[in-house]
């Protein structure tokens, strides 16, 4: 009989582990996604009729660590890991430009990341 018992104990606990295990997995599988999403999909922190513009100013030698965290503290981006990841995952990976930007809380951080890289805003507009 103790045998028993002690067998339905292990199985129980094999089994709480499994299921801790697939709540586990979902919760990182969702937050994945999440964040996966947000990348590609950020919206501007603001729209065109409650924008500011503010200006920044790149320095040579900035991380782009450094440069995010300066987007987040002028309102530019709503998170400094998130802009910092968008940053990475684009062509100017560490080939943001130093200077004095003029940017909007209007802009998505896609535009803002082409702006820092040096590509002209008004490119695509004139190629169409």
């Not at 299921?19 to 501007?44: C, D, H, N, W």
């Not at 030698?61 to 002028?74: H, K, P, V, Y």
């Not at 940053?87 to 004095?100: A, C, D, I």
Request: net charge negative.
């Amino acid at each position: 009989m103790n045998k028993v018992v002690l067998q339905l104990v292990r199985i129980c606990a094999r089994m709480l582990v499994l299921v801790i295990l697939f709540a586990l997995a979902v919760m990182v599988g969702k937050s994945s996604y999440q964040l996966g999403y947000r990348i590609y999909t950020e919206p501007a922190m603001s729209d065109s009729k409650s924008a500011r513009v503010v200006s920044v100013q790149i320095t040579e030698g900035m991380s782009d660590r450094e440069i995010a965290r300066l987007m987040e503290e002028n309102g530019l981006c709503e998170s400094e890991n998130l802009f910092f990841i968008q940053l990475q995952l684009s062509e100017y990976r560490n080939h943001v430009k130093p200077g004095l930007y003029t940017l909007s809380t209007d802009m998505r951080a896609e535009t803002i990341i082409e702006i820092l890289g040096g590509k002209n805003p008004d490119e695509e507009k004139e190629e169409s």
